[in-house]
């Protein structure tokens, strides 16, 4: 398993622990079995929305001799609720989500920025989303 796939397990596993999150599924991006058409409960889904290398002076990359290359994510945070429990739910979700990344207490990584969009419905998932970006830095080791 890659540093990504990883890093991406770690906060997961890290968001499950939290108790502001119970009751919510957690998963990376959306399973195989569907996408969260008619759900029942809230459903957290983390992605990677953009990955970056560092840019050092003069246009070199960021490196560090044995710990790879400095890069930028900006992580994707997909919060869809059932479509009776819609902004309020989501609103709210974003709170908590926004409290422990801000926070950092269990988390692998910190979180320097996060911003979220308005709450919409999205057609192809078929229920009220809520879509919230949080940007990160870590050495990706070759």
Known sequence: MGTLSRLKDEILEALRQEPGLRGVVITDEFPETGKPQGIGRPVLALGYAQIEVKQAGMGGLLTCEGEGKRCE????????????????????????????LLAGEGMPLAVSGLRCEPVGFDRALGCPVLRAYAKTEFWLVG
């Open 73 to 100: 994510a900006t992580l994707l945070f997909t919060l869809c609720a059932p479509r009776k429990e819609v902004s309020p739910k989501l609103v709210g979700l974003f709170d908590v989500l926004a409290e422990v």
